[in-house]
């Protein structure tokens, strides 16, 4: 199946503004999204307790930039997204933080990153915008070059599984789940723009992909298809 383009993933987010400036309303398809915001921003203090520089790849409205910043020292902050409306609204967020905001406007695949930059990466739903292994391989290869060394990455996303009969059962039970929050036809409309925009990537994918680039790398979350991985460079 032909997936969608950067074009019409950039357009879609661009009039999604409002929905995904609020935790609670705008990722609903997305388990367990509030309990994994609390959970990355608790474990990456420990991690990476003095972190001051904060890159927040497809940061959409800053809600990971907003719920980091209560937790560490921060004093400068990367938004990176597709949507320039999603900027944006991030950065108007983040203003009365005073802290040092840059906004760029790229995908994730186009970043040119100064090595040793960074102290902390999150990557929430983004990474299953990328298509071909080994655009993920770069992309990791990039964001390890791009973290000091101690520094961490966060990734929170949309997974697939391996094995066959483990997806299906996987899907179905997402599938249930979206009927639970508002009915078939709202889980047909979330199951097809999956299906037209996405290419998840198993958590053994991931892992074995982040190992490669230099990470210690280990799983803090799974329900389903979404997890949460945890990637530290030593």
Not at 107 to 126: K, M
Request: proline letters at 3%; hydrophobic letters at 45%; glycine letters at 6%.
């Amino acid at each position: 199946m032909e997936k969608a383009s950067v074009d019409e993933i950039r357009n879609r987010f661009d009039n999604d503004v409002e929905r995904f400036s609020n935790l609670e309303t705008g990722q609903m398809s997305t388990q367990d999204a509030a309990l994994v915001l609390e959970l990355i921003a608790a474990t990456a203090k420990r991690v990476t307790p003095a972190a001051a520089r904060l890159l927040d790849l497809g940061c959409g409205a800053g809600n990971f930039s907003l719920k980091l910043a209560q937790v560490f020292p921060l004093e400068r902050v990367t938004l990176v997204d597709l949507s320039a409306n999603m900027l944006d609204r991030a950065v108007e967020r983040l203003g009365a933080l005073r802290l040092e905001t840059r906004a760029m406007q790229c995908d994730v695949r186009d970043l040119d990153l100064e090595p040793a930059s960074q102290d902390v990466i999150v990557a929430a739903a983004v990474m299953h915008h990328l298509r071909a292994d080994v655009e993920w391989a770069a992309v990791f290869r990039q964001l390890y070059s791009a973290l000091c060394p101690g520094g961490s990455l966060w990734i929170w996303d949309l997974v697939s599984h391996d094995i066959p009969g483990v997806q299906k059962e996987m899907w179905e039970r997402y599938g249930a789940y979206l009927v639970s929050l508002k009915g078939e036809a709202y889980r047909d409309h979330v199951m097809a723009y999956v299906e037209y925009e996405d290419s998840p990537r198993s958590v053994a994918f991931q892992l074995h992909h982040l190992r490669a680039a230099g990470f210690t790398a280990d799983v803090i979350h799974k329900n389903g298809c979404f997890a949460a991985i945890a990637a530290c460079k030593q």
